[in-house]
């Protein structure tokens, strides 16, 4: 039969020289085959769509927020500064929002 073909009717490739793959490594065999290509192009869709998102919040700087600031001490002292209210009515009204 010679060497490629051995005893078996395909020494090298497998039965009849198309043999359960390359090497004698065949994906269903071994728990692989569609179920983890299914994972992997998911997997992948996920990746390439978080780098797009990131790209996106760089590009309009969405994700970059200024620390939230209290707009009414604001507003107390504006009226203060303007003589609206005197620093007794000032210090009670300070104490009062910041409980």
């Known amino acids: 039969m010679g060497f490629w073909m051995g005893s078996q009717g395909g020494w090298m490739m497998g039965r009849g020289m198309i043999g359960p793959g390359m090497m004698g490594w065949n994906p269903s065999r ?54 609206e209210i005197n620093e007794d009515q000032f210090r009670k009204m300070k104490e009062a929002l910041q409980s």
Do not use: N
């Not at 790209?55 to 107390?76: A, F, H, K, M, Q």
């Open 30 to 83: 071994y728990g692989f085959g569609w179920g983890r290509m299914l994972a992997g192009s998911l997997l992948f869709l996920v990746f390439i769509g978080l780098t797009v998102l990131g790209v996106y919040y760089l590009v309009t700087g969405r994700g970059i927020t200024e620390p939230s600031r209290d707009r009414s001490i604001e507003l107390l002292r504006e009226r203060y500064a303007k003589g």
